[in-house]
């Protein structure tokens, strides 16, 4: 499982607040990833990190922001949420490097609901 | 960018070789197929990939056509527990995302 952990693993929350979802890796993996996935619509990329501080738009990036302060963690933010962000949302680290295979090992999973 | 096709099901007898296709013709000459498959509820697991040789690993084989147009995931015995959602998908270098669609939900039957 490539040591990755997603906190919280389910939480129920109420339109227009903001929500943090922490995803925790500890191998030292350069690349980091956030994805959404639901019916209908497979799994879709939000934002990744290739760096601490360095991040850059999936293809679903409206509505959240991240962060990467250090290697180990990388924080997924809905400023304000909102019922579509209902999903699950899987981290995913890859121990590919530029210029090669990038195979990605993804961590367990947060079921989100906003109410 | 490259798009799959895969069948939505299949059944499989427990202990029989489970053939899983997948079609992926407009796949860049770089870009690899990856396999994964999910369970209920759980993150996607990854199983093999391969670029244009076919590959062997301890959870299952893949089998690359010469043009690369498709491929065929390979479970040589299965398990009750091998019953998932598979799916193929291209990728590439580090940082690209994958895609998923929908894939191919395998049921391993007694």
């Known amino acids: 499982d490539a040591g990755i952990t997603q906190s919280p693993r389910h939480k129920v929350t109420e339109t227009g607040t903001p929500v943090t979802l922490r995803c925790h890796q500890t191998e030292n993996h350069r690349y980091m990833y956030w994805y959404r996935q639901d019916p209908g619509h497979g799994l879709r990329l939000i934002h990744y990190?290739?760096?601490?501080?360095?991040?850059d738009k999936g293809e679903v990036s409206d509505g959240y922001s991240v962060s990467r302060s250090k290697t180990e963690d990388f924080l997924l933010t809905l400023e304000s949420a909102t019922s579509s962000q209902t999903s699950v949302y899987f981290c995913a680290i890859s121990t590919g490097t530029s210029g090669q295979s990038d195979t990605q090992y993804f961590g367990p999973g947060t079921r989100l609901t906003v109410l | 960018d490259a798009k799959t096709t895969q069948p939505t099901s299949m059944d499989c007898a427990e202990g029989r070789a489970a053939n899983l296709p997948c079609n992926h013709s407009t796949i860049s000459g770089n870009e690899y197929v990856y396999w994964y498959r999910q369970i209920h509820s759980q993150g996607p697991q990854y199983i093999i990939h391969?670029?244009?040789n076919n590959e062997t690993n301890e959870m299952a084989s893949l089998i690359i056509t010469e043009d690369r147009k498709s491929s065929t995931l390979i479970l040589p015995h299965a398990t009750l527990r091998d019953t998932a959602v598979y799916y193929c998908t291209p990728g590439n270098n580090a940082g690209n995302m994958l895609t998923f669609g929908g894939g191919t939900r395998l049921m391993v039957k007694p």
């Open positions: 990190s290739y760096g601490v501080k360095d991040t």
């Open positions: 391969g670029l244009k």
